[in-house]
């Protein structure tokens, strides 16, 4: 597959900036777009997003903005002014919300500069069937929420979803080829699940129609991250070529 590295976006989930230097060193020149988190964002402070792009890579501002629609129109003023690529929200915020976040976003993005995509959070992947039905009283199945939470997302204009690779086919049979998907659970095969429920292989996920996927323990906890890496880039190559 062709320039699969901008597609793999690696999850920088780290207490500080000190592991996620060594990570990144160890990585050095295989990585092209990062993720921050809630656990790294919330411990280095807004000025790691500049820090990333300041070393030429793209970032994923991964906040997951859940809030009444003024707040979260503040919020993504804020995180378009740090030259984020990428935010999200919850769809589960509703339509007035999502509609108020894009407003901020455009708003906060400097003029010149592009507006960074706006992703929905459909249902996370550690949620499971059994979880939405009878933790989060949502009837039905998890495929037709996740789909009906992409519809929502796009009508309020946003960009694109996350959502389980096992789901992107129907989101994109709905929402449109060119509606974006983003996936985590993605896991290699033979690494451990963890708190991952609904997972998928990273070939399988662009087999799948992943426009990007997220990829964190399988390589920042691995023994020999730059390997796992490089055996996982060949995996996706590989598969694409079939
Ligand atoms: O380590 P692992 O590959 O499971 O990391 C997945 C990353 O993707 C984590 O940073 C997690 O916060 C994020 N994520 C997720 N499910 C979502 C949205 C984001 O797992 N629905």
């Known amino acids: 597959m062709e320039n699969s590295r901008t597609r793999i976006i690696l999850a920088l989930d780290f207490p500080g900036e000190e592991a996620m230097n060594r990570c990144l060193k160890e990585l050095r020149g295989e990585i092209e777009y990062v993720k921050v988190g809630m656990e790294l964002y919330y411990a280095a402070g807004p000025r790691i997003v500049d820090e990333l792009k300041q070393r030429g890579l793209k970032v994923f501002v991964d906040l997951k903005v859940h809030d009444i629609p003024n707040t979260a129109r503040g919020a993504m003023k804020s995180l378009a002014r740090l030259g984020a690529d ?32 706006l ?31 992409a519809m929502e997302a796009k009508r309020a204009g946003l960009d694109g979803v996350v959502a389980s690779p096992r789901e992107v086919p129907l989101i994109k049979k709905t929402a449109g080829a060119s509606f974006q998907t983003v996936t985590p659970g993605i896991r290699p095969a033979g690494t451990a699940q963890g708190d991952q ?22 390589i920042t906890a691995a ?11 060949a995996a996706v190559e590989s598969a694409g070529e079939r």
């Open 86 to 117: 990428m935010v999200n929200v919850h769809v589960a915020g509703g339509r007035a919300m999502m509609e108020a976040a894009r407003e901020g976003l455009e708003a906060g993005t400097p003029a010149g500069a592009d507006r960074p995509l």
């Open 119 to 149: 992703i929905g959070v459909t249902m996370l992947t550690s949620t499971s069937q059994r979880v939405m039905n009878e933790e989060l009283l949502i009837p039905g199945h998890v495929e037709g929420v996740v789909v009906h939470y």
């Open 197 to 218: 429920v609904r997972v998928t292989t990273p070939e399988e996920a662009f087999r799948l129609g992943s426009d990007y996927i997220v990829v964190g323990r399988a």
């Open 223 to 233: 023994e020999e991250p730059r390997a796992a890496w490089q055996a996982m880039l």
